[in-house]
Structures are given as C-alpha cells and as structure tokens.
C-alpha cells in the first residue's frame, strides 16, 4: 500500500527557512513522480512544486519560484522540500502526493496518495 507521511512543519518568523520531508513506505518512490502541495484555512489546495522520479526535471508554482527547492534521494525513498525566505502566506497545511504517470502538473487532481500533511505556520 502506498504510504506517504509529511514532516518538518513548525512556526517560523517571515524570512526564515524550514524543510519539509515526504517518505514513502510501502512502495519505491523511484516509480513515482512526488509533489508538494498546500492548502490554508479558507483555500482549495493548491501546488507547489514536483519533481519527476529521476529528479531531473522539476516544476515550481510562480509564488516560490527562487525561493522553494525540491529534491528526492530515491535511495532513501524520501522527496524534501527547502523552503527559503518564508512569507506569511505561505501559510499552510503542506502535502506530499505521488502520480505514477509523471505528468509533472501542479494539478492536486493528477496525485494520489496524499499524506495527513504537517502544518507550517509564518509569523513574527
């Protein structure tokens, strides 16, 4: 069964960095193209970044381009997300999600498999 379980969340202040970690059980993440995706109060889901599963190409939504890098170690069958530079609305409830078929989209709907995701909270 494919399992994917989120961490890294906390509070930071605006400006700081936190790194998000996906990993994968029940199944090799190098099958898979991995994405992030967050949801605040109020908002749909929306994506973020992904990472298709040679980890040579990758897919950044305009709002953390420059300051968000996604990475994987299929060896370790976890996918990371560095977060830069953080603002507070980037505010969210952050979620890993798998899609076997590597369309590199930032479509929440082309994903499955998604974590119970870990909070990340910008605030001074």
């Known amino acids: 069964q494919l399992q994917l379980v989120e961490s890294g969340g906390g509070l930071v202040q605006p400006g700081g960095s936190l790194r998000l970690s996906c990993a994968a059980s029940?199944?090799?993440?190098?099958?898979?193209?991995i994405g992030w995706f967050r949801q605040a109060p109020g908002k749909e889901r929306e994506g973020v970044s992904c990472?298709?599963?040679?980890?040579?190409?990758?897919n950044y939504a305009d709002s953390v381009k420059g300051r968000f890098t996604i990475s994987r170690d299929n060896a370790q069958n976890t996918a990371w997300l560095q977060m830069n530079s953080l603002k507070p609305e980037d505010t969210a409830v952050y979620y890993c999600?798998?899609?076997?078929?590597?369309?590199?989209?930032?479509?929440?709907?082309?994903?499955?498999?998604y974590g119970q995701g870990t909070q990340v909270t910008v605030s001074s």
């Open positions: 990472i298709s599963s040679t980890g040579r190409t990758t």
């Open positions: 029940g199944f090799a993440l190098e099958h898979y193209a």
């Open positions: 999600a798998a899609d076997p078929l590597e369309r590199l989209s930032l479509e929440p709907a082309d994903f499955r498999s």
